[in-house]
Nanobody, 118 residues
């Protein structure tokens, strides 16, 4: 089963930027429905952004115009560029997909923590 490993989280001031990465253990062509989710303390996990194999994207209203999801098929990596960060963006960010080679089993990374604070 494919493994997903996130990186790039950290502490950033309001208005700052971060880029998250999600490295897959094999070709991301084998992963359906890749996306980024986040979970803030005391809240449910929510979809932040998703991307299809043909590059179509969708975003939560709260991040539209500030976040950009992209994929590098050659590097088997999913990215989330986050600009103009706000304190309410503080959360653990997770990469998620469904493994085509394992009956579309849902796969999650371990998460990376983003803290937006002055």
């Amino acid at each position: 089963q494919v493994q997903l490993v996130e990186s790039g989280g950290g502490l950033v001031q309001p208005g700052g930027s971060l880029r998250l990465s999600c490295a897959a253990s094999r070709s991301i062509f084998s992963i359906y429905g890749m996306g980024w989710y986040r979970q803030a303390p005391g809240k449910q996990r929510e979809l932040v952004a998703g991307i299809t194999e043909d590059g179509s994207t969708n975003y939560a209203d709260s991040v539209k115009g500030r976040f950009t999801i992209s994929r590098d098929d050659a590097e088997n990596t999913l990215y989330l560029q986050m600009n103009t960060l706000k304190p309410e963006d503080t959360a653990v960010y997770y990469c998620r997909g469904q493994d085509r080679d394992y009956a579309y089993t849902e796969v999650w990374g371990q998460g990376t923590l983003v803290i937006v604070s002055s």
